[in-house]
């Protein structure tokens, strides 16, 4: 198979078979559930991609969406299913209407707990993150860094301007507990990269109008499902916490029943 750059191989599936795209911005120590939890859960005849994101901060909604798909498309394999988690189903949404305009059957559209991006998000992921460094930094850096990333999250904030600021109050707070521990700031360099990508990523995705795409999709949502859910064609709701979905075997085989596959268990 030619090598990737847009995608990561979750499942080979068998020669000939499908192929279920996933779309994540997926990284090392999340504490949320990931496509990687479900990958293996899901239909072994099912080849399983999740999304790998284009190098480059700032870049259009059109360059994410082309590398992945132009890849897909570059397989050959028909494609069973576009899967979206969180503000991936954005992006979700319009690559399954780009598969189904060159295949003569439409892709699945699974969505879970689909959202668009907000400030409000981006702080609370901010905040998780900075949660994250709590062997690093005292109780009081990280809620001073939180309370201050909170202090800028204004009405009429620009999302884009707002993942600026946090990338300074991330690279001030901890830059200075990492100087303090004389650790390694290559390692602290790779933490802004990654949180920096991420913001590009949601901006990018804030550039698409997910409506039309998502009234075709199923929604699969937590005890406490996201707002973007009531948006979605259909709606399946799990008794399981957030942060479980991807890893929750009730999930698996409800995912399972939308793509048409029966999985023994």
């Known amino acids: 198979m030619t090598q990737l750059s ?14 279920v795209l996933a779309v994540d911005f997926a990284t090392t120590g ?15 005849e099912l080849a399983v991609w ?5 190098a480059g901060d700032g870049l259009p909604a059109e360059d994410y969406l082309a590398l992945w798909d132009g890849e897909a498309a570059a397989d050959g394999r028909r494609v069973r299913a576009v899967l979206g988690y969180c503000a991936g189903s954005v992006f ?7 598969v189904a305009a060159r295949q003569d059957e439409a892709p699945h559209l699974v969505l879970f707990e689909p959202e668009v991006p907000e400030p409000a998000g981006l702080y609370r992921d901010f905040a998780a993150m900075m949660n994250q460094f709590a062997s690093v930094l005292t109780a009081e850096e ?3 860094a939180q309370q201050e990333a909170d202090a800028a999250r204004t009405g009429d904030v620009d999302f884009g301007a707002y993942g600026d600021v946090l990338v300074r109050i991330f690279m001030e707070r901890a830059g200075a507990a990492f100087a303090r521990e004389e650790l390694d700031t290559e390692l602290l360099d790779e933490f802004v990269a990654v949180f920096r ?4 990523y949601l901006d990018a995705a804030r550039r698409i109008d997910p ?14 499902p996201s707002q973007g859910a009531a948006l979605a064609g259909r709606n399946v709701g799990i008794d399981v916490d957030h942060c479980d979905m991807l890893r929750d075997e009730r999930v698996a085989e409800a995912v399972n029943r939308i793509l048409g596959s029966c999985v023994a268990s």
Do not use: C, H, I, N
């Open 6 to 19: 847009g995608w990561k191989v979750l499942g080979p599936g068998r020669a000939g078979g499908e192929l």
């Open 30 to 44: 999340r504490s949320d559930s990931a496509f990687t939890d479900l990958a293996p859960r899901l239909d072994p």
């Open 50 to 54: 999740e999304t790998r994101q284009p």
């Open 92 to 98: 979700a949404g319009e690559l399954a209407a780009r």
């Open 142 to 144: 990280v809620s001073a």
């Open 197 to 200: 990508s991420y913001v590009s």
């Open 211 to 224: 409506a039309a795409a998502w009234r075709t999709a199923t929604a699969v949502g937590s005890r406490t």
